[in-house]
């Protein structure tokens, strides 16, 4: 599993040409075998989400994504980094049929950002971002319960990679799931499979 996720950003990194098309590719048969279910899985999950709303970023302006992006201070991209963030990125993020991206609000302000970058091979990667001014406020567990319930609904094997010294994610992590160690990636982060409790 190590290995195929260095592939993967290795082709991202060095042959984005190669990767775009490999992006495309699996957009249409993962949209394919899974845009049924997904409505579904989704709508429990808005009703999951309450009293927060949960919305797709498809669904989002723009620019609201990447003002909220640039609104968390510099600290927070130690720890995520796993797509641009100018308004051209976020545009293809968006437009990304396989890439499942959602923001939780409340009054109306994003307070939390996660997604699910998916493969049409059941396999899918989970992201998380909280607003800084909502930490320690059941944002970052929430979001990890709605994750795990979309990949787990979706039968879908759901991984994440997690620097060792981000302790606080990690406990985050264990209230929503069961993090099973794969491996070490070439940055040093751990790599992990999502498990049931």
Same mark, same amino acid.
């Given at each position: 599993?190590?290995?195929? &996720? ?31 279910? %997904? ?25 609201? %994504? ?10 927070? &991209? ?10 051209? +990125? ?9 890439? %499942? ?19 049409? #091979? ?8 909280? +607003?800084?001014?909502?930490? #320690? ?21 759901? &991984?994440?990679?997690?620097?060792? #010294? ?12 069961? %993090? ?11 790599? &992990?499979? #999502?498990?049931?409790?």
């Amino acid at each position: 599993m190590v290995t195929s &996720y260095a592939i993967a950003h290795l082709l991202r990194d060095r042959m984005p040409f190669c990767w775009k098309q490999i992006e495309r590719t699996n957009a249409v048969v993962f949209r394919c075998c899974y845009a049924r279910k %997904l409505k579904q899985v989704e709508q429990e999950a808005f009703e999951m989400a309450l009293p927060f709303i949960m919305e797709r970023i498809s669904d989002l302006p723009t620019m609201d %994504l990447v003002e909220f992006f640039h609104a968390q201070p510099a600290e927070t &991209y130690r720890w995520f980094t796993p797509h641009g963030f100018s308004e051209e +990125d976020v545009a293809k993020l968006q437009n990304n049929k396989s890439f %499942l991206g959602y923001v939780l609000k409340r009054d109306g302000k994003i307070v939390g950002y996660f997604f699910l970058r998916s493969y049409f #091979n059941g396999s899918c990667y989970f992201g998380r971002l909280v +607003d800084h001014q909502s930490i #320690n406020q059941g944002v970052g567990t929430l979001i990890n319960k709605l994750s795990f319930f979309i990949s787990e609904s979706l039968h879908m094997r759901s &991984y994440q990679t997690i620097a060792g #010294n981000n302790i606080a994610s990690i406990k985050s992590c264990a209230k929503a799931y069961r %993090l099973r160690p794969i491996g070490i990636t070439a940055t040093g982060d751990t790599l &992990y499979q #999502n498990c049931r409790l």
